[in-house]
C-alpha cells in the first residue's frame, strides 16, 4: 500500500502534469493564431502588389483613401460580428439592418428636426434594438442563429424601405455638417471614418481581451453548457454580444450615411458576406471559441482591396461578386481544415 507521502507526491506530479499540459495547449493555439495572423497579412501584401503592378491607378493617394473608406464600414461590421461568431452564432442580418440604422439616422435628423448628436444616437440605438431581438430570439426562443438573423435581414430591409418610401433621405439641406462625420479630417488627410474604426477596433480589442463580455464570449463558444453549469448566465451574455455586435452596426449605418451624405435604404446588400468573409479570413471559427480583432482588421483590408482592385481593373460587377463568393467559398473551407485538425 502507498503512505500518505507517497500519494500526496503522486498527486503533485499529476497536477504538474496537466498544468505543462494546459500550457503547451495554449502555447500552440497561441502560435497557430500567430501563424493565421502572419498568412493574412502576407496574402494582404500580395494583393497590394499585384493590384500597383496591374493598374497604375490602385497606387495613388485617392484610391487608397477610397480603400480605407471602404473598409471603415466593413470593418466596423466585421468588428461587430466578430463577437457573435466567437460565441458560435452568425448575424445575417449586417447589411440591411446597416441599412435600417441609416434610414432611421435620416427620419431623426432630417424628418424630426432633432440635433445631429441626437440623430446619431437613435440610429446607434436601433442596431442595439436589432441585437437584442436577434439575441432574445436565439437564446430564449432557441432559434438558429441562421434562421434568427436571416429573418431580422428580411424584417430591416423590408422596414428601411417602408421607412424612407424607397427613396433616398438626403442631409444636405437640414443638416449639411451631417457629412463630416465621416468625410472630415481631425487629423489631415486621414478621414474621420478610418479614425472612427480604428478606434473601435480599439475598443473591441479590449473588450474581447480584458473584459467579462469577452472572456465569457469566448466560454460560450467553447462549450456553452459547461458555462452555464459553472453558473454563468448564457442566455443573458449572449443577449449583450448580440446587442454589442448590434452597436456596431449601428455604428456603421450612420458613418456610410455621412460618407453618402444620404440614407440609401438598398445600400446594404451584400456587406453581410464581406464582413463576415473578412471575419473568417482574419482566423475566427465558425464553429466558436476562437478568434480575434486584428485579424478580423487585416480580413477587412483584405476584402476591401480585392473589391476595390478588381473595381480599377474594370472587371464587370457580375464577376466580382463571383469572386467575392469564392473568397467566402475558400474562407469557409479553409476554417473547416482548421476545425478538423484542431479535434
Known amino acids: 500500500m502507498s503512505t500518505p507521502e507517497q500519494s500526496g507526491s503522486t498527486t503533485t506530479v499529476i497536477q504538474q502534469a496537466m498544468a505543462e499540459n494546459t500550457d503547451k495547449r495554449d502555447t500552440r493555439a497561441f502560435l497557430k493564431r ?21 493598374s497604375p491607378n490602385f497606387f495613388t493617394f485617392s484610391n487608397i483613401a477610397s480603400v480605407l473608406l471602404s473598409t471603415a464600414v466593413i470593418g466596423i461590421l466585421a468588428l461587430g460580428t466578430t463577437f457573435v461568431i466567437i460565441t458560435g452564432g452568425i448575424d445575417l442580418s449586417l447589411g440591411t439592418g446597416m441599412a435600417l440604422c441609416s434610414v432611421m439616422t435620416g427620419v431623426f435628423i432630417t424628418n424630426m428636426g432633432l440635433p445631429v448628436w441626437l440623430g446619431v444616437l437613435g440610429g446607434i440605438a436601433t442596431g442595439v434594438l436589432m ?18 438573423t436571416l429573418a431580422m435581414m428580411m424584417i430591416a430591409g423590408g ?10 433621405i438626403y442631409f444636405s439641406t437640414s443638416a449639411p455638417d451631417f457629412k463630416r462625420i465621416a468625410l472630415g479630417a481631425i487629423i489631415p488627410g486621414i478621414p474621420n471614418a478610418v479614425l472612427i474604426t480604428a478606434v473601435l477596433a480599439i475598443i473591441a480589442f479590449l473588450v474581447l481581451s480584458k473584459t467579462l463580455l469577452g472572456r465569457y464570449t469566448f466560454a460560450i463558444g467553447s462549450n456553452e453548457e459547461a458555462t452555464r453549469l459553472s453558473g454563468v448566465n448564457t442566455r443573458r451574455w449572449t443577449i449583450f454580444v448580440y446587442m454589442f455586435a448590434g452597436a456596431f452596426t449601428g455604428i456603421a449605418g450612420v458613418v456610410i450615411a455621412s460618407r ?31 478568434g480575434s480583432i486584428i485579424g478580423t482588421v ?18 464587370q460587377t457580375e464577376w466580382r461578386n463571383i469572386v467575392v463568393g469564392v473568397v467566402v467559398l475558400l474562407a469557409v473551407f479553409l476554417d473547416s481544415l482548421r476545425n478538423r485538425q484542431r479535434t
Not at 441585437?131 to 434568427?148: D, E, M, Q, S
Not at 451584400?270 to 465558425?286: M, P
Not at 487585416?298 to 472587371?315: D, E, K, P, Q
Open 34 to 54: 500567430q501563424v493565421q495572423q502572419s498568412l493574412a497579412f502576407g496574402t494582404l501584401v500580395v494583393l497590394l502588389i499585384f493590384f500597383s503592378l496591374a
Open 131 to 148: 441585437g437584442l431581438v436577434n439575441g432574445f430570439n436565439v437564446t430564449f426562443l432557441r432559434l438558429p442563429p441562421f434562421i434568427a
Open 159 to 168: 422596414l428601411a424601405l417602408v421607412i424612407s418610401g424607397v427613396a433616398p
Open 260 to 290: 453618402l451624405d444620404s440614407a440609401q435604404p438598398q445600400i446594404g446588400t451584400g456587406y453581410e458576406l464581406q464582413a463576415i468573409a473578412a471575419v473568417i479570413i482574419g482566423g475566427t471559427s465558425l464553429l466558436g471559441g476562437r
Open 298 to 315: 487585416i480580413g477587412a483590408l483584405i476584402m476591401s482591396v480585392l473589391v476595390n482592385g478588381l473595381s480599377i481593373l474594370s472587371i
